[in-house]
């Protein structure tokens, strides 16, 4: 079995903790060392937390590392440091309960959760988090460090830029273009483009933030 961690102790954590063990069940594959955090506990369902960054960086041994923090900016931060280190290695975690299509592409340190549906020609990106129930539909493209939240449904043809999260329950229509670092809320319906650094809400979606300020009108 191939020693692997994760990175964060949140709800997140504690999931993929969960997918990796029911991998298991079919593969042997993973031996769960335990959570990288900066956590006053000990343990988080039976596993250790290891220490900071610092254990991670002062491993000697060849290591599998998987990052579990929502928040997507913070990821690509927490990750950065990581990548291109010699004894650790970022793999593509997918739950024996997902459907993917032979013809959908997952980057490298990209996690697909239990239920989740990608279809054909879909290209995801690196470090992406697509939680339980999320579809993912043809010819679709997805960034760097996205994370889909549980049932998000996106429709053909759609692009979604680096960083951006989609709320719970999200869903979009064909052929739109979402940017980077969007935040779209739960619920919400996107019928129309979205620009880079922007918030939307509601059923349609509607921006209600760009670049850190609030829309007038909205």
């Not at 990288?36 to 991670?56: C, N, R, S, Y």
């Not at 990821?75 to 970022?90: D, P, W």
Request: glycine share 12%; hydrophobic share 40%; aromatic share 6%.
């Amino acid at each position: 079995m191939k020693p692997i961690v994760i990175l964060g102790s949140g709800g997140q954590a504690q999931e993929l903790a969960w997918l990796i063990e029911d991998n298991n069940k079919e593969n042997q594959e993973w031996d769960i060392l335990g959570f990288v955090a900066k956590d006053d506990k000990q343990t988080l369902h039976k596993f250790p937390i290891l220490g900071g960054d610092e254990w991670l960086l002062n491993r000697k041994e060849q290591i599998y590392v998987i990052c579990a923090i929502g928040d997507t900016s913070l990821r690509e931060s927490v990750i950065s440091q990581y990548v291109g280190h010699e004894n650790i290695s970022f793999p593509t975690i997918v739950s024996r309960h997902a459907v993917i299509s032979d013809t959908a592409k997952l980057g490298s340190g990209t996690v697909i959760c239990a239920g989740c549906v990608i279809t054909t020609d879909v290209e995801i990106g690196e470090y992406v988090i697509c939680n339980s129930g999320s579809i993912i539909s043809h010819e679709t493209r997805i960034g760097d460090y996205v994370t889909m939240n549980a049932g998000v449904r996106i429709s053909g043809n759609v692009s979604v830029g680096d960083r951006s999260y989609i709320g719970v329950n999200a869903c979009t229509i064909q052929g739109i273009n979402i940017g980077t670092d969007v935040m779209i809320g739960a619920g919400a319906s996107v019928i129309s483009d979205l620009p880079d650094r922007c918030t939307a809400v509601g059923v349609p979606a509607k921006v209600i933030k760009l670049d850190g300020r609030k829309v007038v009108g909205s």
